[in-house]
């Protein structure tokens, strides 16, 4: 009989054990359904739940902790860096770069001026520096290296465009202009510096070497990559008569890629509240000659000098905010914009206030001495 009593005990808390788990998990999925479906969680059942899971009470909660545990480490569970010998010296990375004709092309341009590539861990990506010391500006890229050799190669090949353009006069700021035009001159910078990377790794293809092509295919810009892979396989003379890369630099302004550039540069503008948004200086259109110097490469035609399919680069289509976000943000920048317009235009305005005081004794005696009634 005690032996039975025993068994029917363990059974029962054992039971127990498994509907207490069982209860937390629905618990938990309850919470995050919740959350899924954009309500805001109860605090009290998620308090509720924590609590039960750090008890420890039983072994099934034990397990449930050191899972918990082990989510919110922060710094255990994202302290993945690679050692040393995994990246990629700039020595290698710039060597290997440059077998491609334009890149070499780039750089020696920007060499003659002096020109310097580190990594920074601080920055996400890549990123950019032009700034002047005496005579001569200096260039700087910078790039993250805790990325793949292929994406650090493309990285580099974008910032090498950047700089020669900064060094041809070219690379100008988007929010020097309006804020439509803004939107357009910034999608032409992402997309051209994207043609000229996609460019560089074709060539470096072409000589054996496939890791920053290899990237570029497996990224979310392979449709523009194929594109320009499909133009050159059918005639090679369009990797220097610029019809390649006009047909990659169209594509670019397809689908929805753009809708992450906007968005920055929205950004920029907003919190550039007193310098862009209430700024009341005339700010300057944008014209067919940016574009002409945007489009110049090192060797080659000027593939943006081209019309295609009949659109010139500043046709409106390449400017249009389909995502009804940006398009908010940017109806609200425009507006206040343009009240700030308004208000100027009114206190320009020349309104006449007469503050003259008369003299009514005068005044009768001009009028031959009637009484003023």
Request: contains cysteine.
């Amino acid at each position: 009989m005690n032996n039975d009593q025993e068994g029917k005990d363990l059974d029962l808390k054992n039971s127990a054990a498994e509907s207490a788990t069982d209860h937390d998990v629905a618990d938990i999925e309850a919470q995050t359904v919740t959350t899924a479906s954009g309500k805001k969680p109860s605090a009290r059942k998620l308090g509720d739940v924590t609590r039960r899971l750090r008890a420890g009470q039983t072994a099934e909660h034990l397990s449930h902790r050191a899972s918990l545990n082990w989510r919110h480490d922060n710094l255990r569970v994202c302290d993945k860096t690679p050692s040393a010998q995994d990246i990629a010296p700039i020595g290698q990375l710039l060597e290997t770069l440059l077998v491609s004709r334009t890149a070499q092309a780039l750089y020696d341009t920007l060499k003659a001026q002096g020109v310097s590539v580190v990594y920074d861990r601080q920055v996400p990506l890549s990123q950019y520096y032009g700034r002047a010391e005496g005579n001569n500006p200096r260039h700087i890229i910078t790039l993250n290296p805790l990325h793949p050799t292929g994406d650090l190669l493309n990285l580099l090949a974008r910032e090498l465009r950047r700089a020669w353009q900064n060094a041809q006069g070219a690379l100008v700021n988007p929010l020097t202009y309006e804020p439509d035009e803004a939107i357009l001159v910034n999608r032409a910078q992402q997309a051209d510096v994207l043609m000229m990377a996609i460019k560089m790794a074709w060539e470096l293809k072409l000589a054996g070497i496939n890791e920053a092509w290899d990237y570029l295919t497996e990224s979310s810009m392979a449709d523009v990559s194929r594109l320009f892979e499909d133009k050159a396989r059918q005639d090679f003379r369009t990797l220097n008569n610029g019809e390649a890369a006009r047909a990659a630099y169209d594509r670019f302004f397809e689908g929805s890629r753009t809708k992450v550039h906007d968005k920055r540069i929205i950004h920029q503008m907003l919190l550039d509240e007193t310098g862009y948004i209430k700024s009341r200086e005339a700010r300057p259109h944008v014209g067919m000659e940016l574009f002409q110097r945007l489009g110049e490469v090192p060797q080659g035609r000027n593939y943006l000098a081209m019309q295609a399919a009949g659109r010139l680069p500043t046709d409106p289509a390449y400017a249009s905010v389909e995502d009804r976000s940006n398009a908010n943000f940017l109806w609200f920048i425009k507006f206040e914009r343009s009240f700030q317009e308004k208000e100027l235009q009114m206190l320009n305005e020349s309104v006449r206030l007469s503050a003259e005081i008369v003299d009514l004794a005068k005044w009768s005696a001009k009028r031959g001495g009637e009484p003023a009634c």
